[in-house]
T-cell receptor
Framework: DTGVSQDPRHKITKRGQNVTFRCDPI?????LYWYRQTLGQGPEFLTY????????KSRLLSDRFSAERPKGSFSTLEIQRTEQGDSAMYLC??????????????FGEGSRLTVL | DQQVKQNSPSLSVQEGRISILNCDYT??????FLWYKKYPAEGPTFLIS?????DKNEDGRFTVFLNKSAKHLSLHIVPSQPGDSAVYFC?????????????FGAGTQVVVTP
């Protein structure tokens, strides 16, 4: 399977704990995106990388959130001191930097976070 | 602020009939519009898109119409099939942003009944 993969698929944690999600994009894609989706809403943009450079962060991404993409391959999204409001589906997507259909993203299956 | 709105949270349609999904947007800087489809426990998958310089794009059973003056787009599925039962998200992008920085609507759950 050469699609976008995310791990873990589901994480249950207690308030105040740190969690980390991993995303492996499609290998030939140089752009990687993180989105968050809550119940009944569409995905919301969090941040994106072109290769290893983080080019934009949404104001939704508080300082408890940090994302990295070392070496421009896989990416991690870490949430420190989790709060119940962080409970959501965290979606990773990748795309070509140029060429292809504008806005066409390839999404992973998501990592669902539940904060108790 | 919700820049992309899908005002119908659900739609039920009979197999073989037309499904029409609607989407409104407020930001005139958007110049590319997309529809994504999502099945339970899967990520969204790209369905069809349209540039702001066009008013129609067709791909098989799926057609997207864009009315820029009304800031409105719609997705037509003809004929509807049971496998089309899913959540459909309207999304928009601006050239001034990264193309992949999409604004999504809240989605419309489509149920196709036999």
């Amino acid at each position: 399977d050469t699609g976008v993969s995310q791990d873990p698929r589901h994480k249950i944690t207690k308030r105040g704990q740190n969690v980390t999600f991993r995303c492996d994009p499609i290998s030939e894609h140089n752009r990687l995106y993180w989105y968050r989706q809550t119940l009944g809403q569409g995905p919301e943009f969090l941040t994106y990388f072109q290769n290893e450079a983080q080019l934009e962060k949404s104001r939704l991404l508080s300082d408890r959130f940090s994302a990295e993409r070392p070496k421009g391959s896989f990416s991690t999204l870490e949430i420190q001191r989790t709060e119940q409001g962080d409970s959501a589906m965290y979606l990773c997507a990748s795309s070509y930097g140029t060429g292809g259909t504008p806005g066409r993203l390839f999404f992973g299956e998501g990592s669902r976070l539940t904060v108790l | 602020d919700q820049q992309v709105k899908q005002n119908s949270p659900s739609l039920s349609v009979q197999e073989g009939r037309i499904s029409i999904l609607n989407c409104d947007y407020t930001n005139s800087m958007f110049d590319y519009f997309l529809w994504y489809k999502k099945y339970p426990a899967e990520g969204p998958t790209f369905l069809i898109s349209i540039s702001s310089i066009k008013d129609k794009n067709e791909d098989g059973r799926f057609t997207v119409f864009l009315n820029k003056s009304a800031k409105h787009l719609s997705l037509h599925i003809v004929p509807s099939q049971p496998g089309d039962s899913a959540v459909y998200f309207c999304a928009a992008s601006a050239r001034t942003d990264s193309w992949g920085k999409l604004q999504f609507g809240a989605g419309t759950q489509v149920v196709v009944t036999p």
